[in-house]
């Protein structure tokens, strides 16, 4: 059964890593839904949130191939149960918008997003959240007239109480010692 993966890689920060990241889905005919790379908690470490819909038998596959590239420490898959997630977009309207109507303004609250600019011609909005709801956001600001939109790929935090790199590295760790 297919469902939505977080694959969270962490590597060091080596160039051309994303791209060889990126050609084992290719290589599965696997599309990205989403892709965010940053750096860790860790110093030197990055980390890589990958969003997938496939199956876990395929999942399985793909995280064990990533783990395979020299340059990436530890690679996990959570199911969407097993993530805190949120996206960030902005949409740009016309400034001309607030003034028409007072709807405007209750769109924006109802919705607990923020003006992040406001200018004589344009007005940028943000709004953090899952993709439905700015996606829902989207199309009813498009009757107002949406100049530009933009939304984040997926960032996710795991449920547990650890991170799985620290407790992967606390296990080589000890390992080293005996």
Do not use: W
């Not at 949409?91 to 769109?107: D, R």
């Amino acid at each position: 059964m297919e469902q939505d993966f977080t694959i969270t890689a962490f590597s060091e920060n080596h160039i051309g890593l994303l791209n060889r990241i990126t050609i084992i889905f290719t290589r599965r005919h696997l599309n990205i839904e989403s892709l965010t790379v940053g750096e860790s908690a860790i110093e030197g470490v990055h980390k890589f949130t990958i969003v997938v819909h496939t199956t876990q038998e395929l999942v399985e596959k793909v995280v064990k191939q990533i783990e395979k590239l020299m340059e990436v420490l530890k690679c996990f898959y959570l199911t969407e149960d097993e993530v805190i997630h949120q996206e960030i977009a902005l949409y740009k309207v016309k400034t001309e918008a607030l003034t028409l109507s007072n709807k405007f303004e209750s769109l924006i609250r109802n919705h607990n997003a923020r003006i992040l600019e406001l200018t004589p011609t344009y007005t940028v909005i943000e709004k953090t959240g899952h993709k439905d709801e700015t996606t829902r956001l989207f199309h009813e600001l498009d009757e107002f007239g949406v100049l530009q939109f933009t939304r984040s790929g997926r960032i996710a935090i795991t449920k547990s109480d650890k991170e799985h790199l620290t407790a992967y590295l606390k296990e080589i760790d000890k390992l080293m010692e005996n």
